[in-house]
C-alpha cells in the first residue's frame, strides 16, 4: 500500500497569501495524484487531478504540479473561501490511498 | 444536473446487519466507477474500495476486504456498500463518489451518510 504524507499539518495563513501544500508518496505514483478541499460538515470537492489539471470550475489560483513521489498545491492568493482542509489522493495503484490532510486556517 | 445522492442516516446496534445506497443521475452510471470513502469522526478521508457497475468489477482496500461489501443494480442506478455485522467502530460518515477513469480522482460526491453503531 503506497502511504501519502502531506505537510504541514496546518498551516496558518492571512488572505491574500500564496499558500503551498505538500504531499508525498512513499513510492512512484506517476502523476496520478488528485486534490481535494473538505469544508466543515461537507462533501469534498476535486480541485486538481493528474497532478496538475483543473477540476472543471476551479478557480485559476489553484494550480498542482508535480510527479513521480513529490507534489505541490498552490493557492496563489488565498480567499476567505479557501479556508478548508485539504487531501491529496494517489490513484495509480490499488489500494487507491489519501493523506492525512492539511488544514489551512486564518491566521 | 449530474449528483450522487445517499440515503439517510442510520443508527445501529453492534451486531446489526446495514445496507446504505448511493443513487446516480444525470450521466451514464455503467460508464463511471464508484467509490466509497469512509471518514471517522474528527479524522481524514480513508479509500475504502470502488467498483464498476458496468461489470461489477470491484476493488477492495485491504484495511476493509471482508468487512463490507459492495454491489450495484444498474436497473436503477444504484450503489450500495453494505456490512452483515456492525461494530462500534463503524461509526463515521460514508461518503460515495464517481471517478470516469480509476486514475483521474472522483469528480462528483455524494452528500455522505453518517452512520452511528451504539449499544
Known amino acids: 500500500e503506497i502511504v501519502m504524507t502531506q505537510s504541514p499539518g496546518t498551516l496558518s495563513v492571512s488572505p491574500g497569501e500564496r499558500v503551498t501544500l505538500s504531499c508525498r508518496a512513499s513510492q512512484s505514483v506517476s502523476i496520478n495524484l488528485a486534490w481535494y478541499q473538505q469544508k466543515p460538515g461537507q462533501a469534498p470537492r476535486l480541485l486538481i487531478y493528474?497532478?496538475?489539471t483543473r477540476a472543471t470550475g476551479i478557480p485559476a489560483r489553484f494550480s498542482g504540479s508535480g510527479s513521480g513521489t513529490e507534489f505541490t498545491l498552490t493557492i496563489s492568493s488565498l480567499q476567505s473561501e479557501d479556508f478548508a482542509v485539504y487531501y491529496c489522493q494517489q490513484c495509480n495503484n490499488w489500494p487507491q490511498t489519501f493523506g492525512q490532510g492539511t488544514k489551512v486556517e486564518i491566521k | 444536473e449530474v449528483q450522487l445522492v445517499q440515503s439517510g442516516a442510520e443508527v445501529k446496534k453492534p451486531g446489526e446487519s446495514l445496507k446504505i445506497s448511493c443513487k446516480g443521475s444525470g450521466y451514464r452510471f455503467t460508464s463511471y466507477w464508484i467509490g466509497w470513502v469512509r471518514q471517522m469522526p474528527g479524522k481524514g478521508l480513508e479509500w475504502m474500495g470502488i467498483i464498476y457497475p458496468g461489470d461489477s468489477d470491484t476493488r477492495y482496500s485491504p484495511s476493509f476486504q471482508g468487512q463490507v461489501t459492495f454491489s450495484a443494480d444498474k436497473s436503477i442506478s444504484t450503489a450500495y456498500l453494505q456490512w452483515s455485522s456492525l461494530k462500534a467502530s463503524d461509526t463515521a460518515m460514508y461518503y460515495c463518489a464517481r471517478a470516469r477513469i480509476a486514475v483521474d480522482g472522483m469528480d462528483v460526491w455524494g452528500q455522505g451518510t453518517t452512520v452511528t453503531v451504539s449499544s
Open positions: 493528474g497532478a496538475s
